[in-house]
């Protein structure tokens, strides 16, 4: 059995490279266009920001030092949740992204062999006796004895995303 499953995986490994391919060129021109976006939303968050803390301190000065202090760190506070809440923007907008481009995955033409190879997978880590259903969002689910192992497209991309990790935050570093 598992000698069948190294050949499967080695007659599919073209398929597989083919598909990680054009995947990696989608995500990248994906990647790139966020990185825009996300640039132009710091951009536009951070003048928001300089113009909030800018009055902040304008103020600061007519109230006094004290009211002066407190209006700076809610300027800073201000600030920051603009910035993040930008942050949080462009890293939703990605996933978005990301999930669309995998929505159309079903209708390319090496979808049936990413399928059979999705299938193959998950079968091989639910164990023996495994029932796989194919899902109407794409890819399958694989369910045996108390084990599932959901290769769906959406969470597959999902997980593509959050593997990212720290890389995401490239977009929106200067």
Do not use: F, K
């Not at 007519?62 to 949740?81: L, Y």
């Not at 481009?101 to 023996?128: C, D, F, R």
């Amino acid at each position: 059995m598992i000698g069948t499953g190294r050949a499967q995986a080695a007659a599919l490994a073209p398929v597989r490279a083919h598909m990680l391919r054009a995947a990696g060129t989608e995500a990248g021109r994906i990647v790139a266009q966020a990185r825009v976006d996300a640039a132009a939303t710091v951009r536009n968050a951070r003048r928001d920001a300089d113009e909030a803390v800018a009055g902040a301190r304008a103020q600061g000065r007519a109230d006094g030092a004290r009211a002066a202090a407190a209006e700076r760190s809610r300027g800073r506070e201000q600030a920051r949740s603009i910035v993040l809440g930008a942050q949080r923007e462009a890293s939703e907008e990605l996933r978005g992204q990301v999930l669309d481009a995998v929505g159309g995955l079903e209708t390319e033409l090496g979808y049936p062999q990413l399928l059979a190879v999705l299938t193959a997978m998950a079968a091989w880590a639910a164990g023996p006796g495994a029932t796989v259903t194919i899902q109407p969002a794409g890819g399958v689910v694989a369910r045996s004895r108390g084990v599932v192992v959901d290769c769906t497209l959406p969470r597959l991309a999902g997980l593509a995303v959050d593997a990212l990790g720290g890389q995401v935050r490239e977009l929106w570093t200067p």
